[in-house]
């Protein structure tokens, strides 16, 4: 029984031609902001029983889709008597790679009626799961007590806005063989 002799690897400097490639990766971050009206808000803080979201509509950030979860009366009963949020990956994005995964930090804040935070958290750098596996909100934004003795700064015509600033992490590698190619000949030729 023949074996066929091991791959040798060229000294450091020596290149066959052609035999040389590359890639680039790039990180950066792209950011979203989301603002969440909830109108008819007395009547969702009334109905809305413990455990259960109020859904904003999707949005896109960083080539993924996101929704943010708005839990009038906590989501557990162990967090009962306070507003907790959090932030779902919802989607895969428009890139040529989807993924049901992404890294990002998040910030909610509960705006007065003039557009300012009053009650903000931030939250990350987080690994989020298009599954919803791990839960990765705010279980105490604000007490529910807290919540209305500030009402009248907050909430007007009965409408609540929540509003949630959101970082993804982005990492994107390309391959780079044209320029590499470039330079494989130039090396080949100093040779």
């Known amino acids: 029984m023949s074996s066929a002799p091991a791959p ?25 902001t989301h603002l969440h009206r909830i109108n008819g808000y007395s009547l969702v803080d009334g ?28 989501v557990n009963h162990l967090h009962r008597g306070f507003v907790s949020v959090d932030l779902a990956l919802a989607g895969c994005g428009c890139g040529p790679e989807p993924s049901s995964t992404a890294t990002a930090s998040y910030r909610v804040s509960i705006l007065d009626y003039a557009g300012n935070p009053v009650h903000s958290r931030i939250v990350g750098p987080r690994a989020f799961d298009r599954r919803g596996s791990t839960w990765t909100g705010v279980e105490e934004l604000v007490a529910t007590e807290e919540l209305a003795k500030t009402a009248a700064f907050l909430i007007k015509d009965d409408r609540l806005n929540v509003r949630c600033d959101v970082a993804v992490l982005v990492v994107e590698t390309k ?5 590499f190619m470039q330079l494989d000949r130039a090396i080949n030729e100093f040779r």
């Open 8 to 32: 040798t690897l060229l000294p450091f400097g020596r290149l066959a031609p052609g035999a040389l490639s590359g890639s680039t990766t790039r990180a950066r971050q792209a950011t979203g």
């Open 47 to 74: 109905a809305v029983a413990t455990g259960k979201a109020v859904r904003s509509s999707r949005f896109l950030v960083g080539g993924h889709q996101w929704e943010l979860l708005y839990y009038p009366n906590g």
């Open 175 to 179: 391959p780079r063989n044209k320029w």
